[in-house]
């Protein structure tokens, strides 16, 4: 349903993206914490647990962080493999802890939330399912053995049971919950932003292929002159060398080739700078710029221009931008790709909007993908008969999402619809009742004032 891929711009966000040193510091506050939620208790609670093997745990993880600072550089960056190991042992550390200082039943287990959490965001699914089972079953551990806490008397901390499953209910259904939130999350965000590559790839790549066409216009005019002289000098050498052939033969062949050159000059093109004239178009060639790479593949593009109501006969200037151009050339391109043999283009104008539509006959946009249509990366596709108008695609709805997000960026409003509502007096044999792409531009935002002179034209970058 779309235009092809740009680059090699994947889904997969994975990857050496979490930094060595971010977790250490993450990781000193989270020791931190614990020596003070351990001093507190101990100390203004009045809670009794063994604190030689609590201090052995907690140096443990100290260790653990001196020595990642010591033996790694500050740029070091962990692989999806690496980072697991270090959450698991993130975990590891705090079930030893609270295992010595309550078990389930201490409040500050559900700390084990943090770990998993992060790892969804960053890490493959598959880590992260690790980490969340081995989290459940070592939570399951505790809530089953534990060192309870006691008071100064010696008098354990005693929860009811039920209270106990209820804790461990709670943190195992908040390990499930916040592993797929925030992997969902993460992904949404992850496909936006490889989406928004793509299409600052095909902007960038539109006005590329712009800026080549006046650079190779200025390069056309500049060697003119030059190639003029050339060639002059070589006519009259070769006049005067008549009676040498050889030599005379050389200066010809010199002619020969400033006429080549010439010629290829002037294929290529004929204006000298950045003509500010070829920054503004008549609707009407700009509609038809962006359709004519899809005018030639056997299926019909008719155009049907109009005014609205109180609208000029005289059809608006419009800025000739890339990025209208390579919206319009996607949108016109899904439409050609599964039309069966015709594509309307209708473009209508008042005094102060300009709409557009773009039908087709083929089948249209599946009924289910319509609330989705301009997102990227989408993969609701269940209509096997989508796939005889092009077996070998495999879209994620990446082609609409760059046409609306550059469309959107000129001003215009998108909507995605099926062939309701034709046009009156439709020229063509076929009915539209295939995709049906509206747009909406207010006039002024596109809009070239023709009654003043043009700006004068500037010299190209070099």
Known sequence: MQSPR??????????EWVRLRTMTGLRMVALAGQATALTVAHVYFDLRFDRTLVCLVWGAGALSILASLLLFPQTKRLSDSEAMLTFLFDIALLICLLYLTGGITNPFSLLVLGPVTVSAMALKPRSTLILALVAIALLTLISLTYQPLRFADGTPLVVPPILTFGFWAAIVIGILFQAFYAHRVAEEASSMANALLAAQMALTREQKLTDLGGVVAAAAHELGTPLATIKLVSAELAEELRDRPDQQADAQLLVEQADRCRDILRSMGRAGKDDTYLHRAPLEAVLMEAAEPHRDRGKQVRFMLEPGAGGDAAQPVIERRPEIIHGLRNLIQNAVDFAQSQVWIQAEWTDTMLRI??????????????????????????DPSRKRHRPDYEGMGLGLFIAKTLLERTGARLSFGNGEGAIPHMPGSSTPSGADIRLEWPLRRIRVDTSGALQPNQPLPV
């Open 6 to 15: 740009f680059g090699e711009i994947s889904q997969d966000h994975h990857g």
């Open 357 to 382: 539509r773009i039908i087709d006959d083929g089948p249209g946009f599946p009924p289910t993908l319509l609330g989705f249509i301009g997102e990227p990366f989408i993969r609701r596709r269940r």
